[in-house]
């Protein structure tokens, strides 16, 4: 069946560094990567959305790339802030009346 | 309204017991997505429905489970004779657009305890 895989660990990091993120997808081709963000207790807010014929996406301090060679999506966040600290979520669907299939979210904590 | 609603936020119930959650999609949205979260883990799909076409049910976990969307808008899940381990935050979302072409809009969810 369609899988989304991410990294369950956490990911610590400093304030001001570059965190990456990865998600990877295996038994189909999505034609659609989302990101998404969850604080506790909240719903999910959506943050980008890559394309399979688009390499790479920015929005302000965030970066995400598509590559289907590694059937992978990484997301960066630059100059990270503790106000970033969340979980990220990576989500693929195949387009038309295909679901949107979510991983296991990643969580993010940026310290000072 | 402006977002996606659900109710109940939360809802206890006794095991065995039928429970009903709804969702008020965001008008105009033809895509509407039913998840499952239970706590620490990520988004378990349950129920797709798009337009007019039949809903994609592959995610129900069992026949105690069903949804349904009346008039394309409204949407309904409803759990029979309810366990403990069906105790999960369920999330709602609604779209523009088919099969993640576009961003979901989440609702806040409705947090089922079963005691």
């Known amino acids: 069946s369609q899988k989304i895989e991410q990294n369950s660990e956490a990911l610590n990091i400093q304030e001001g560094k570059t965190a990456t993120l990865t998600c990877n997808y295996t038994?189909?081709?999505?034609?659609?990567l989302q990101w998404y963000r969850q604080d506790p207790g909240r719903g999910p807010v959506f943050l980008l959305l890559?394309?399979?014929?688009?390499k790479e996406k920015r929005k302000e301090r965030l970066k995400v790339t598509f590559d289907t060679t590694l059937k992978q999506s990484l997301f960066h966040i630059t100059a990270s802030q503790p106000a970033d600290s969340a979980t990220y979520l990576c989500?693929?669907?195949?387009?038309?009346?295909?679901?949107?299939?979510f991983g296991t979210g990643t969580r993010l904590q940026v310290t000072l | 309204g402006a977002g996606v609603s659900q109710s109940p936020s939360n809802k206890v119930t006794e095991k065995g017991k039928d429970v009903e959650l709804r969702c008020d999609p965001i008008?105009?949205?033809?895509?509407l997505y039913w998840y499952r979260q239970s706590l620490g883990q990520g988004l378990e799909f349950l129920i797709y429905?798009?337009?007019?076409?039949?809903?994609?049910k592959s995610g129900l976990p069992s026949d105690r489970f069903s949804a349904e969307r009346t008039g394309g808008s409204v949407s309904t899940l409803t759990i029979q004779r309810t366990q403990q381990e069906d105790s999960a935050v369920y999330l709602c979302?609604?779209?523009?657009?088919?099969?993640?072409?576009?961003?979901?809009?989440f609702g806040e969810g409705s947090r089922l305890t079963v005691l």
């Open positions: 038994n189909y081709s999505p034609a659609y």
């Open positions: 979302a609604s779209s523009f657009f088919p099969g993640g072409a576009g961003e979901l809009f």
């Open positions: 429905f798009q337009g007019n076409s039949a809903p994609d």
């Open positions: 008008s105009g949205h033809t895509a």
């Open positions: 989500a693929g669907g195949a387009g038309t009346a295909s679901k949107l299939t």
């Open positions: 890559i394309r399979e014929n688009e």
